[in-house]
């Protein structure tokens, strides 16, 4: 579904080295790793998080926003025009585009658009004149609430189905997982989330088919609103993790150390808990990073399946009605999360792994 | 022709090429072989499968489920196609050249794409979608250019396991231009694994279209496609609960062709690769590896084989590269030390230098 290219932005100003679980970092496809003496350099003197983030977060934060205005400034044509209606005069048109700030220079607009988004102001509708930040604040809960459910379902499931399949290799267990795994990368998952509605909501009436209880309301009440769309949402993931764990830890546990710890007498447990499973986790947390766009986008997709009023249909109905700043409203805060959620994961994978965090 | 050979080599995958091929005449001829007209509503409403003469029962207006699958096919196939186009373009072949680049063009292109990949697909979708005002056009160039960075990576991956091989330094000695070197040496050795990209992001397209057709983007109503027709099927649950699994599973089918294609297609490389680096036991082959004749196909295989075994430049690119996606490598174990020593890689040796 997504590339294997373990590094977020940002985690390619660190240097990984040959620890056994390490060899899918430092050869990935790419990573800004590979390649320059320059690169090198600023690797050499990133070692402090502070600076890593800089070099990393920063300069893809700049350059994805960009391609955000960039695109929205080349296709928005004459919004004001399209607000007055036909018969607006030429006078009023230019007064409500001079009042938006479109009459300005592209790199004028530019900056003072980056300029208000930094600190938290997205600008007002055109054509509902409402704050897009604060409708964005209202929305963008039950998104995240969706994603966050999913994320713990996929960690939850697939840890342990790639963990049991990978102890009992070659075993019973070992082929259903890999079996239901295959199955459920190739399924859609917003089908899976239809196909749920089908069981647990018609036929079985378990739980609710749509719409949403906020979670300060009624916890109970918003669990069972968020189950069926963030759990079946989870599940390709899941089956991702679990793929990529059985495929780690097989390895991870044929390594000299396991062996060696073997050897010594330790505990079966603590061979797995304390030595394999904390070199081969990282791949598969990494995947799990790398999977929260897409699961944004199934969110999204969750919403107009369980009827929530969430940022997809706002984002489907800024379109629409190509309503600019609601569009860059939505994708910079999309984008915001993706990089905060990559900071995390990169902070994860660090604390994980001695190689990395010696860097 | 070996590799055609290698990568249906097994019964899993060849059943995969035959799925494949039908959604592929289906997606080409889908209106022809519809038995009914797939927007032409009847009497009956909710047949169910097999009934009064519709193979997949019918619709909430009583169109034939079926003529309606295959005549969406072409809509569904065709602009997962047309989105793995744009990202062949602008990603792979910005990914062979950005070898070659200076260090700033390298560090610009690798941030811009780092940028890409943080937007997600379906939301970019969607506002670019909204935007253009043809929307499946608008759906295309989007997901097309957020599939781009992954070749982009894949293709700049490997051709730089190519780029400082001998062979390469001794023809840009010789004068040749770097034009020459990329359609002379790096483009054919590239192509395989960004065959194996190509399926696999093209399962994700099928996904993506699917997904977005859903969402009302792209063809619009009355003309069916798959996503369009479950989100038809999401409206009238209530009354026919089961009328998903159809477009499900025709989606699901396409995609797990695709997704098994490029297993067959990534296994049959790593047999290829392994089956070559045996050569390097003969010490002729060996000694043609030293000095490399271009035309000579034997020492182009070694050559290939210097950047898919053990080399400095090393089994991590090569292996990563080819094995894009998290989800499409069950067999091949990824983790540590799965092929050769872990660190081995080209950027393991430069960290310690």
């Known amino acids: ?359 | 022709m070996d590799t055609f050979r290698r990568t249906f080599a097994t019964t899993y995958v060849r059943v995969a090429g035959v799925v494949l091929l039908l959604v592929l005449i289906v997606a080409v001829f889908g209106g022809a072989l519809a038995p009914d007209d797939p927007l032409g509503q009847g009497d009956a409403i909710f047949a169910h499968a097999g009934t009064s003469g519709h193979l997949l029962g019918t619709d909430y207006v009583g169109r034939d489920v079926l003529s309606r699958l295959l005549s969406g096919a072409g809509a569904s196939v065709l602009s997962a196609a047309a989105m793995v186009g744009v990202g062949l373009l602008l990603g792979a072949i910005p990914g062979v050249l950005s070898a070659f680049a200076g260090r700033w063009a390298e560090f610009g292109l690798l941030r811009f794409t780092d940028a890409m990949m943080a937007l997600p697909p379906i939301v970019f979708a969607i506002a670019i979608a909204g935007l253009f005002t043809n929307g499946q056009v608008g759906a295309i160039i989007a997901i097309g250019v957020l599939l781009a960075p992954r070749f982009f990576r894949i293709a700049r991956a490997e051709t730089l396991g190519f780029a400082h091989q001998q062979y390469v330094e001794a023809a840009t000695l010789l004068g040749a231009s770097r034009t020459w070197i990329v359609r002379r040496h790096i483009w054919r050795k590239v192509l395989p694994t960004i065959a194996v990209t190509t399926a696999t992001s093209a399962g994700y397209a099928v996904l993506a279209a699917a997904s977005l057709g859903f969402l009302g983007l792209g063809v619009q109503a009355p003309d069916p496609t798959w996503g369009g027709m479950l989100a038809a099927n999401v409206e009238h649950l209530a009354e026919d609960s089961w009328a998903p699994i159809w477009p499900g599973l025709f989606i699901a089918l396409t995609a797990w062709s695709l997704n098994a294609l490029a297993d067959g297609l990534r296994d049959g490389l790593a047999a290829e690769s392994g089956l070559v680096r045996g050569a390097v036991d003969d010490p002729d082959a060996l000694l043609a590896g030293v000095v490399p004749a271009a035309d000579d196909p034997h020492a182009r295989d070694l050559a290939a084989d210097g950047a898919a075994s053990g080399g400095p430049d090393g089994t991590g690119d090569r292996d990563h590269a080819a094995d894009p996606a998290p989800g499409g490598d069950g067999r091949v174990p990824v983790g540590a030390g799965a092929h050769g020593r872990p660190g081995a890689g080209r950027e393991g040796v430069r960290d310690v230098g």
Do not use: C
């Open chain 1, 1 to 359: 579904m997504s590339t294997t290219t373990i590094p977020g932005p940002g985690t390619g100003s660190r240097p990984t080295g040959g620890r056994p679980a390490a060899p899918r970092r430092a050869g990935g496809p790419e990573g800004p790793r590979s390649s320059t003496g320059l690169l090198r350099q600023l690797r050499r003197r990133t070692a402090r998080p502070g600076r890593a983030l800089l070099l990393g977060v920063v300069p893809v934060a700049l350059i994805s926003t960009f391609i955000v205005f960039l695109m929205t400034y080349l296709a928005s044509a004459n919004p004001a025009a399209q607000k007055l209606g036909e018969n607006a005069t030429p006078e009023a048109i230019a007064r409500l585009n001079h009042s938006w700030g479109l009459d300005r220079g592209f790199f004028e607009q530019y900056v003072s658009w980056l300029g208000h988004a930094v600190t938290g102001d997205l600008g007002t509708s055109y054509f509902t004149d409402t704050s897009v930040g604060e409708a964005i604040a209202q929305r963008l809960p039950i998104d995240l609430a969706l994603t966050i459910v999913a994320i713990v379902t996929a960690i939850v499931l697939g840890f342990a189905a790639g963990t049991i399949a990978a102890v009992r290799r070659g075993g019973i267990v070992d082929r259903v997982v890999t079996l239901v795994a295959s199955v459920l990368i190739t399924i859609p998952e917003f089908w899976l989330a239809i196909m749920a509605v089908v069981l647990f909501s018609v036929t079985l009436g378990w739980l609710p088919s749509g719409g949403w209880v906020p979670f300060h309301q009624d916890p109970w009440q918003w669990l069972q609103h968020v189950l069926l769309p963030g759990v079946s949402l989870g599940l390709t993931v899941a089956a991702q993790v679990a793929r990529q764990l059985r495929g780690s830890l097989v390895s991870a546990l044929d390594e000299d150390y396991v062996v060696g710890a073997r050897v010594r007498g330790l505990s079966p447990r603590r061979i797995l808990f304390g030595h394999a499973l904390r070199n081969a986790a990282a791949p598969a947390i990494a995947t799990v990073g790398l999977a929260v766009p897409t699961l944004l986008g199934g969110a999204v997709i969750a919403e107009s399946i369980f009827g929530l009023p969430g940022l997809g249909q706002y984002a489907l109905n800024g379109a629409q009605s190509h309503d600019v700043p609601v569009i860059q409203g939505v994708l910079v805060a999309t984008i915001a999360i993706v990089l905060i959620s990559n900071v995390v994961v990169d902070a994860l994978l660090a604390r994980l792994r001695p190689a990395t965090r010696k860097a």
